[in-house]
Nanobody, 122 residues
Framework: QVQLVESGGGLVQAGGSLSLSCAAS????????MGWFRQAPGKEREFVAAISRSGGSTYYADSVKGRFTISRDNYKNTVYLHMNSLNSEDTAVYYCAAGFQSSRYLGDYRYWGQGTQVTVSS
């Protein structure tokens, strides 16, 4: 089993940057593809970014492509989401997730963190 704990959320002004981290427990972190999802109030949880087990392949939602970067450090059991040029539409609770394949589909992820709030003020 993998436990995931997100951190780094907070309040940021529009146009600013923020970096999220997701620390995973266990020795099998490198066995999992990792993803970031977000959920805004009144909306469904949506895909943001994903990264393969080795970190060699990354995938992004069109809405964040060019602004967000996902990365991972398998020695530190941590996945990151660096967010630039934030706008109010990025306001949401951000979740990291672990699964067996890099995917934009929620159902492909087995383990989920509790989420961290990101609020972008205009």
């Amino acid at each position: 089993q993998v436990q995931l704990v997100e951190s780094g959320g907070g309040l940021v002004q529009a146009g600013g940057s923020l970096s999220l981290s997701c620390a995973a427990s266990g020795r099998t972190f490198s066995s999992y593809a990792m993803g970031w999802f977000r959920q805004a109030p009144g909306k469904e949880r949506e895909f943001v970014a994903a990264i393969s087990r080795s970190g060699g392949s990354t995938y992004y939602a069109d809405s964040v492509k060019g602004r967000f970067t996902i990365s991972r450090d398998n020695y530190k059991n941590t996945v990151y989401l660096h967010m630039n040029s934030l706008n109010s539409e990025d306001t949401a609770v951000y979740y990291c997730a672990a699964g067996f394949q890099s995917s934009r589909y929620l159902g492909d992820y087995r383990y989920w963190g509790q989420g961290t709030q990101v609020t972008v003020s205009s």
